[in-house]
């Protein structure tokens, strides 16, 4: 096994880290505190070709695959962890399963937008009683003529009040449970869809939230994704993809909290001597080092696995998972280290802390990645069937 970048991903990752370090990290604190979204930033990015990653050159991609673009999203999220939201919420979302699911026409119409970040995107799973049971939600679209009507309601929408285009998941064959759902492409524009951002939140302060609400909204029939009854098969395939955005910022998390406590640990005095000097700090180094590194291997695996187009569920659960454990480890212990000054929002700290919690909730919970890791062990259900 070959555990060395090649140059062209070294490449890659200095530039994203170069872009994180000059372009976002000088306005971090301002932009986190004052719950401001960088829509400038994020067309940056889309310019650098940072979204393109993972689609083909006919839609405006640079097929630079998987590690690529798990890397870019861990420099990013290494400055500001909402600035890596974008990631999911155009790329690893809504271009790929567009790329995979779509016909021609809405390929052409979104994709090439989606990667240079004209357009925004977003996917509309989680309702109000609807989380990690996603075949319970109550979102209906029932078939009129040329169009699907769509009522109901989502919760917890990353980039909802910012969005120009999301992926709606919804019921279309009621009691049919997980066989039922079906997968369209939402103009969020469309007459009957309201959003209203979520302001109140732990963390991420950056990246919008909102609740979105459909009132006969009207969708072109050919806007859905495969046909009826494919959305549970596609919403699963969605977020095998999404998972490793995420695993990709819980990454950039937990080494963000690994550069504050070297340097701090440096620097402080205690007792005549710098507190790295002290095994206990020492000890919680250690272990933040040893499980940020052992995460950042089966991420790294998982995205390679993607880029050979081998069945990944099994290893891009146990990706996501650990590096989400990690991330909140590391920011618990870092937290710790800094100890009052951690607390306080004079240091960078008090944000990893916040915005580590939500990698351990987003694209399936930590306890969600675990059943499917347990279950594939156990012979249950085999997670790369």
């Given at each position: 096994m070959n555990f060395e970048l090649t140059e062209e991903l070294q490449d890659i990752k200095k530039l994203a880290r170069d872009f994180a370090v000059k372009e976002i990290q000088p306005t971090v604190d301002f932009d986190d505190k004052a719950h401001r979204f960088r829509r400038d930033l994020v067309k940056k990015m889309g310019d650098l070709g940072f979204f393109g990653c993972v689609v083909p050159e006919k839609y405006g991609g640079n097929e630079m695959g998987f590690l690529a673009i798990t890397l870019i999203a861990e420099e990013i999220a290494r400055v500001h962890s909402s600035m890596r939201l974008p990631f999911n919420m155009n790329a690893l979302g809504p271009a790929?399963?567009?790329?995979?699911?779509?016909?021609?026409?809405?390929?052409?119409?979104?994709?090439p937008g989606l990667v240079s970040a004209d357009l925004l995107g977003a996917f509309a799973i989680t309702e109000a009683d609807t989380g990690s049971d996603v075949a319970s939600m109550k979102t209906r679209a029932v078939l009129d003529g040329d169009h699907y009507v769509v009522n109901g309601s989502k919760m917890w929408i990353s980039n909802a009040p910012v969005a120009d285009m999301a992926l709606l998941y919804a019921i279309t064959e009621p009691g049919k449970g997980a066989k039922g759902m079906s997968a369209f492409v939402l103009d969020c524009k469309l007459p009957g869809v309201t959003v209203e951002a979520i302001t109140e939140k732990l963390g991420t302060w950056s990246a919008p939230v909102g609740a979105m609400t459909f009132e006969n909204v009207r969708l072109p029939k050919e806007n859905l994704l495969g046909k009826e009854g494919d959305g549970f098969k596609i919403c699963m395939s969605q977020l095998d993809d999404t998972r490793m955005g995420c695993a990709a910022g819980a990454l950039g998390v937990a080494q963000a909290c690994i550069d504050a406590v070297l340097q701090y640990s440096n620097e402080r005095q205690q007792f005549g001597q710098p507190i790295g000097k002290f095994q206990m700090i020492q000890d919680m180094i250690a272990q933040m080092i040893v499980e940020t590194e052992g995460a950042r291997m089966l991420v790294y695996r998982a995205a390679t696995l993607k880029d050979k187009d081998v069945p990944n569920t099994l290893e891009t659960s146990m990706g996501k998972y650990s590096a989400a454990e990690a991330a909140n480890k590391c920011a618990d212990y870092a937290?710790?280290?800094?100890?009052?000054?951690?607390?306080?929002?004079?240091?960078?700290v008090a944000r990893f802390y916040r915005d580590a919690k939500s990698y351990q909730i987003v694209e399936g919970t930590s306890n969600i990645q675990k059943i499917i890791i347990s279950n594939d062990a156990l012979g249950y259900r085999k997670a790369n069937r």
């Open positions: 790929r399963t567009i790329l995979k699911f779509g016909s021609e026409e809405l390929k052409q119409k979104y994709i937290m710790k280290i800094y100890g009052s000054y951690g607390y306080s929002e004079e240091y960078p």
